[in-house]
C-alpha cells in the first residue's frame, strides 16, 4: 500500500521490499482529514500529511504533544508527503508518531473485507517494522481519544542535524484537573526495537500534583523503561540519560505553564 511513499519508496529503491502488486490509496477522496469530533476526540485521517498537522490550528489550539512533534518529522519535503498513518503503519522504532499516539493512549481504525477493528496503538506496533494489520487490511484513521482534563505536554527530540531521524525522542501527554494529573501518558522513541511505553513512569504521576520529586521519579523511571544501544548516535548510558532529562523537562514546562505544583 503506498500513502506518502517517504519510507516504502526508499525500501523499494534499495530493494529491502519487491512487490508483486503496489496499492496506491492517493486518490481515495476524504482522507486526508484531520477534525476534532464534538467529544472532543480527534481523528487523522490516512492521507493526513505530517505537513497537514504541523499548519494545523486545530492542533496547536487542542492537543499540544501533537503540535509539537509536527514540525519535528522529518525536513519539508518529507512531511509535505508523508502521513501520521503510513508513519504508525511503517513501524519504525524511530518514527515519531508511534510513541505520540502512544503517550496520548490513542488507536487505529483497520479496515478489511470482515469490516472494520480498532486497535490500540500500543498493541498495533508489534516490533520493529511489524503491525497487528493483517495483509488484506489498511488503516483508515487513526483516532486520539477525547481528554477528560485539560491537555499538556510535549514531544522532545534529540536528532544530529535538523531533518533526521531520532537519536532520542520523548513524548509526554498528561490530562490536568484542578492541580492533579488525571492521565498520563509517556512513550520513547529510537530506545528500543520498537516504541516504548513508559507505563510505570506515566502511572507515578496519575493522582497527584506534580512535584520536583514526582518529576525526578517518573523520569528515572522512564530513563529506567528504555532499552538503548550503544551505536554511532550514541551510547546506551548517554541515550538514558536524555531519556530522563526530556521528561524532567517536559513535565517542568507542564508546571511553569499551569502553575500547578503542590
Ligand atoms: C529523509 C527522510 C527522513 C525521515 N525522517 C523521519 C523522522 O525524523 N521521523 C519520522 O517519524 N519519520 C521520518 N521519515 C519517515 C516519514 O515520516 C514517512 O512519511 C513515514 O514513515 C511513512 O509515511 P508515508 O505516508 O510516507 O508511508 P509510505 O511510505 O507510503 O508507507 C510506509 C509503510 O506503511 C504502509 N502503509 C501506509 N499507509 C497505510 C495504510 N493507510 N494502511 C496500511 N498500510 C499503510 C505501506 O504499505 C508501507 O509498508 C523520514 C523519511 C525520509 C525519506
Redesign the pocket.
Known amino acids: ?10 525500501l523499494l529503491k534499495l530493494r529491502f521490499a519487491s512487490p508483486e502488486l503496489l496499492v496506491d ?1 492517493n486518490n481515495i477522496p476524504d482522507l486526508d482529514y484531520v477534525v476534532v469530533d464534538p467529544d472532543g476526540a480527534i481523528r487523522v485521517g ?1 492521507l493526513c500529511r ?1 505537513a497537514d498537522l504541523e499548519r494545523s490550528t486545530l492542533l496547536t489550539a487542542t492537543q499540544p504533544t501533537m503540535a509539537a512533534a509536527a514540525p ?4 519539508p519535503l ?1 512531511r509535505n ?3 501520521l ?3 504508525l ?2 513501524a ?1 522504532p ?4 508511534a510513541s505520540v499516539v502512544t503517550a496520548l493512549g490513542g488507536h487505529v481504525v483497520a479496515q478489511g473485507p470482515e469490516g472494520r477493528r480498532t486497535i490500540p496503538v500500543s498493541e498495533f506496533v508489534t516490533g520493529p517494522f511489524d503491525t497487528a ?1 493483517a495483509t488484506e ?4 484513521e487513526a483516532v486520539i481519544p477525547a481528554p477528560k482534563g485539560a491537555p499538556a505536554g510535549g514531544y522532545l527530540k534529540l ?1 544530529r542535524r535538523v ?4 537519536t532520542v525522542g520523548v513524548a509526554v501527554a498528561v490530562e490536568v484537573a484542578a492541580t492533579k494529573i488525571t492521565r498520563a501518558g509517556i512513550a520513547l522513541t529510537g530506545v528500543g526495537g520498537a516504541t516504548i511505553e513508559a507505563v510505570d513512569a506515566a502511572q507515578a504521576l496519575v493522582g497527584e500534583p506534580l512535584t520536583a520529586d514526582r518529576i525526578e521519579h517518573a523520569g528515572e523511571l522512564a530513563a529506567q523503561a528504555a532499552q538503548p544501544r550503544t551505536d554511532h548516535r550514541g551510547s546506551a548510558a548517554f541515550k538514558r540519560h536524555i531519556v530522563r532529562t526530556f521528561v524532567v523537562r517536559l513535565l517542568d514546562r507542564v508546571v511553569d505553564s499551569r502553575e500547578m505544583a503542590a
Do not use: K, N, Y
Open positions: 500500500m503506498l500513502a506518502g511513499g517517504q519510507s516504502l519508496i526508499p490509496i490516512a505530517h519535528l518529522i522529518a525536513d518529507v508527503r508523508g502521513t498513518v503510513g508513519s503503519c511503517h519504525d524511530q518514527g515519531d508518531w494489520l487490511e489498511m488503516v483508515v536528532e531533518g533526521d531521524f531520532a
